[in-house]
């Protein structure tokens, strides 16, 4: 797994489930099986956004898979669950963030045992983590383990690179499960902006740094900059949309990106015929009928960084714990996803 992922390298990874149940956790069982196994002498450090590792769902009350970690391990998790790790801990670092479960702390684990993570929820809280991680193990792979919804903070600000994980409670039907993955995966994958534009705006956005909304636009060849301070995109669109103008370029938009915000700046006339581009494509929530209403527009949609998403990882299994045949799925996922690996790596033993 970790060949076919290329993970010895690399500093940072962020696991992204496409729902709930998705499997991320056993994922990162079989990262932290494969690490040890090959002999790593690098640590892992863990964090997670939201809750992970806990014996049973909080919700339906299910069984999930626990998290092992070797001796050496760091962790990033709050002080609530640290009280329910049998894992023997060593604080290294209170982070002074705060969570529903108490302070974050960096912990070293000392001996081996079953932890619980439940990190931070914001981009910066976990930009915090990394720095009191890497002052501690410079040389640590630090993972991000993702949750629902809250795909938007592991963006490549932090991480090097991702796994996506799916799961048949997106779908039951495999031919489902492909066409919404390829769809989430090429929302992960949208193209950069390069060139002239892109120094353009991170030279906007270097002197807005405030700035949740950056508008490029020519007038007498000359580029008239239009930055606006939101608290956020959600119920701003028409402030955003009036704005815009019949030169509008580009369109920078700095937050989560759904389906209300663009149809807010759908009805805008002027919202056409140009670039909008986001941070990277963790920031994207929106449905293929949104993105084909942007292609009617001729908007080009573009990330200010690119994803690398390095695998995806199938849990053929249903919410209710039935487990399905993974061959139909490996199969319809392989015919949609042909440039990235798609594998079924199966429970991880702990």
């Given at each position: 797994m970790l060949h076919l992922a290329g993970l010895m390298d690399l500093q940072s990874l962020a696991l992204i489930g496409l729902s709930k149940n998705a499997g991320k956790t056993t994922c990162l069982n079989h990262i932290i099986n494969a690490w040890q196994a090959s002999g790593q002498t690098r640590p892992l450090a863990l964090t997670s956004i939201g809750r992970d590792g806990e014996k049973e769902?909080?919700?339906?009350?299910r069984a999930k898979p626990r998290i092992y970690i070797p001796a050496g391990t760091l962790i990033a998790s709050a002080e609530g669950t640290l009280q329910r790790s049998d894992a023997l801990l060593e604080i290294l670092e209170l982070t002074n963030v705060r969570t529903a479960f108490g302070e974050v702390i960096i912990c070293r684990a000392l001996s081996d045992g079953y932890v619980e993570l439940a990190g931070p929820g914001a981009s910066e809280e976990i930009e915090i983590i990394a720095d009191l991680v890497r002052k501690h193990e410079p040389n640590s792979l630090f993972i991000i383990d993702g949750a629902l919804s809250r795909r938007s903070q592991a963006g490549p600000d932090m991480i090097e690179a991702v796994i996506l994980a799916v799961s048949a409670a997106t779908s039951a039907v495999p031919e489902v499960l492909a066409e919404k993955t390829a769809f989430a995966l090429n929302l992960l994958l949208t193209p950069p902006i390069g060139g002239i534009k892109?120094?353009?705006?991170?030279?906007?956005?270097?002197?807005n740094p405030s700035a949740r909304t950056i508008i490029l636009r020519k007038h007498q060849d000359q580029l008239r900059v239009t930055a606006i301070d939101?608290?956020?995109?959600?119920g701003s669109g028409q402030e955003i949309s009036d704005k815009l103008r019949k030169n509008t370029s580009l369109l920078f938009l700095q937050g989560a990106i759904t389906d209300?915000?663009?149809n807010e700046l759908l009805k805008e006339p002027h919202f056409t015929d140009l670039k909008l581009v986001v941070e990277d494509g963790t920031r994207l929530f929106i449905k293929p009928e949104t993105m084909r209403k942007l292609l009617n527009q001729k908007i080009k949609l573009r990330v200010l960084n690119a994803l690398d998403v390095r695998l995806v990882c199938l849990n053929p299994s249903r919410p209710s714990g039935q487990l399905l045949d993974p061959e139909p799925f490996l199969a319809a996922l392989r015919q949609k996803i042909t440039t990235i690996p798609v594998v079924d790596l199966g429970p991880a033993n702990m």
């Open positions: 769902d909080i919700v339906s009350g892109r120094s353009q705006l991170l030279t906007v956005i270097d002197e939101l608290p956020s995109l959600v209300h915000v663009v």
